[in-house]
């Protein structure tokens, strides 16, 4: 784990390599290269041979380091898909299933004996989902459900293999409380702990992006970034102001999605219009 005064925060542009997030594992990911897009704060983070082709209506939601190859999580046309790449040139997509119908993924985390993805279901209503799979290809729906209208943001793997979740309560509670679920049979039944269980360490806040970091977990937690070695109780490592404070003057739009840890001490936080620092 990384302590506040060793971290610099670094900002990606646009949806790219970083900034959609490398869940970090046991070995480490390809090197990746930034290209200076002009002379002020803009930069863009890529892997060399990074070069997927999708189907047309496709959604790219994140893009993930899982130990020894990349994962794209998204949709198309058909429903929930995950794209699987050993060197970022050839791609392997997900089967489609009934499971996956409708469906678009944003966070996908690996464990000892296979993987689970968090998303979205749009029909026959809305709904927060979550899907377990043995090798990536194959997906099936977790046997516990969320409530309706409750929101799931992140996924990742603690050092024991166990599977850690993160959402909000959506319009059940009237927009408020945030939730946090575990797994230890490799996603498919789920421990829920609610508003009050667990502590996010801050008021009203819930972690939208969580990502293992060395044996713990890191997440943005709101807009700041926190660290926690059991992913229910979490301390404040960077506050908003704090990574506000660190823009380049007139440059700082807000960061919407994506946390990564880097090996040398900084974080990579991105989304739409992130500058570099």
């Not at 130990?67 to 050993?86: H, K, L, P, Q």
């Not at 603690?158 to 909000?168: H, K, Q």
């Amino acid at each position: 784990m990384h302590g506040l005064a060793t971290r610099s925060i670094v900002m990606v542009l646009g949806t790219c390599l970083a900034a959609a997030g490398i869940a970090t594992a046991a070995a480490d990911p390809p090197a990746v290269e930034a290209k200076q897009a002009d002379a002020s704060a803009w930069q863009e983070v890529w892997h060399p041979e990074f070069r997927p082709t999708f189907r047309a209506r496709s959604d790219m939601q994140g893009v993930h380091w899982l130990g020894d190859r990349f994962a794209i999580t998204g949709g198309d046309e058909r429903g929930a898909v995950v794209w699987w790449s050993d060197d970022g040139v050839e791609w392997e997509r997900s089967r489609r299933s009934a499971s996956t119908d409708r469906g678009l993924v944003s966070s996908i985390a690996a464990g000892p004996d296979g993987f689970v993805m968090v998303g979205i279901q749009w029909a026959p209503k809305p709904r927060a989902r979550i899907w377990h799979s043995a090798d990536g290809l194959e997906w099936e729906r977790a046997q516990t459900k969320l409530p309706p209208g409750s929101g799931i943001f992140s996924v990742a793997s603690t050092e024991d293999g166990t599977f850690v979740a993160y959402g909000d309560l959506g319009r059940v509670r009237n927009d408020n409380g945030c939730w946090m679920g575990t797994s230890v049979d490799g996603g498919v039944t789920w421990d829920f702990r609610w508003e009050g269980d667990w502590d996010p360490g801050s008021v009203d806040d819930c972690v939208v992006s969580v990502a293992r970091d060395g044996s713990g977990l890191v997440g943005r937690i709101g807009r700041g970034i926190s660290e926690s070695t059991d992913g229910a109780t979490w301390q404040q490592l960077a506050t908003w102001k704090e990574i506000r404070g660190t823009f380049p003057q007139g440059k700082g739009r807000r960061h919407d999605v994506g946390l990564v840890p880097l090996d040398d001490g900084r974080f990579v936080i991105g989304g739409r219009g992130m500058t570099t620092i």
